[in-house]
């Protein structure tokens, strides 16, 4: 990680303003030292904090196996967002040992929106534009099956409901070769702080390499910007870090999902 001045200051604003907060139009509810919060209709639940105050030994093996009961109960997966400088650091082997199993490990970065927010360039004959139609969230799924090959029918809702609000919207964008969506991304306005939050990304395959991803960073910076916010973050994946440092993101932590799944969902 890099280990400037500049990047601790990222990351205490990161601790301070980001972690840990409540996500709008999800249930969540604070147990102990974590937000537990449980996605209305779809998908899996979330376990996000700040630290966990001191938890440990016995104790913390006690209050894991009950968040992990407690989505067995109502028949979720459920994510326990662990970043790399956790404490306690055998938090890794208790999850492991409650039945989570870690996903990819990705990094978190920070930058300046207002550098990110160059004029994108990009490939000739692709355009981008902020969506907030059914039909092109549609479209956005039909390109997430294609790149992913897995079910992504729950997408269009969720969009569709964090673009409306309450709180920290979201606004998605597309990049389109004529009629044909060929990346798609999008991000939060997190109200109250410095910060917007990158996500999505996926590009078809024979698009990849050709500038887009890139485009879409500097586009969506530039929506930061002109609503007055300062930082842009994103937890970026082994493929796309690189790209997001040619382009002055910082990586100041390492964040891995530990997921539990029920037997029966």
Not at 23 to 29: L, M, N, Q, S
Not at 139 to 152: F, K
Request: aromatic share 10%; hydrophobic share 40%.
């Amino acid at each position: 990680m890099n280990t400037s001045s500049r990047a601790a200051a990222y990351l205490r604003a990161y601790d301070e303003q980001l972690r840990g907060r409540p996500v709008p139009g999800r249930t969540a509810e604070r147990v102990g030292p974590v937000l537990r919060v449980v996605s209305d209709g779809y998908g899996q639940g979330f376990l996000t904090y700040r630290d966990l105050g001191g938890l440990d030994g016995e104790e913390l093996d006690a209050f894991i196996a009950g968040q992990r009961d407690f989505f067995t109960g109502i028949g979720r997966s459920v994510e326990w967002k662990y970043h790399g400088y956790d404490l306690p650091v055998d938090l890794p082997g208790r999850l492991t040992a409650a039945g989570f199993e870690a996903e990819e490990q990705e990094t978190v970065m920070v930058g300046e929106a207002a550098a990110l927010a160059a004029s994108p360039v990009l490939p000739e004959g692709v355009r981008l534009r902020e969506v907030t139609g059914r039909a092109d969230l549609e479209r956005i799924r039909e390109m997430e099956e294609l790149v992913w090959e897995a079910d992504r029918s729950w997408l269009p809702d969720l969009l569709e409901r964090d673009i409306a609000g309450p709180g920290d919207r979201c606004a998605v964008v597309v990049a389109e070769a004529g009629e044909r969506v060929v990346c798609a991304a999008w991000m939060r306005f997190h109200e109250g702080t410095d910060f917007v939050s990158l996500w999505g990304g996926s590009t078809l395959k024979e698009w990849r390499g050709r500038g887009v991803y890139r485009a879409m960073v500097a586009y969506r910076a530039g929506l930061a910007v002109a609503r007055g916010f300062r930082l842009v973050q994103v937890d970026a994946s082994d493929d796309s870090r690189p790209i997001l440092a040619r382009l002055g993101l910082e990586a100041i932590a390492t964040t891995t999902p530990y997921v539990w799944v029920p037997p029966t969902v």
